[in-house]
């Protein structure tokens, strides 16, 4: 089994900064891409930027150049860092890892974390 459990959100001032992280643990082999999302009430869930295990990444147009998305292999851990957040950047963030297990080394499956809230005031 694999649990991905993210950290770090809260209340923020519009303006400021957030560091968001998600830890995966359990019976990892490996882990390829992972993923941030996010859902604002009353809207679907969008995604946010991705990284893959060498360290590529891309974006979403909404938070280009705002956010920057990173990893540590050695922890199996992805952060998140938002600057220059807006009302708008108001969801819970979710993260996403495609994770190979130690007992299936051949299967890729996918795993979401529970989510954090962040939360923009203007």
């Known amino acids: 089994q694999v649990q991905l459990v993210e950290s770090g959100g809260g209340l923020v001032q519009a303006g400021g900064s957030l560091r968001l992280s998600c830890a995966a643990s359990?019976?990892?082999?490996?882990?390829?891409?992972m993923h941030w999302h996010r859902q604002a009430p009353g809207k679907q869930r969008e995604w946010v930027a991705y990284?893959?295990?060498?360290?590529?990444?891309n974006y979403a147009d909404s938070v280009k150049g705002r956010f920057t998305i990173s990893r540590d292999n050695a922890k199996n851990t992805v952060y998140l860092q938002m600057d220059s957040l807006k009302p708008e950047d108001t969801a819970v963030y979710y993260c996403?890892?495609?994770?190979?297990?130690?007992?299936?080394?051949?299967?890729?499956?996918?795993?979401w974390g529970q989510g954090t809230q962040v939360t923009v005031s203007s």
């Open positions: 990284i893959t295990s060498g360290g590529s990444t």
């Open positions: 996403y890892g495609i994770v190979r297990e130690t007992t299936t080394p051949g299967l890729a499956r996918n795993y």
């Open positions: 359990g019976s990892i082999f490996s882990i390829n891409a």
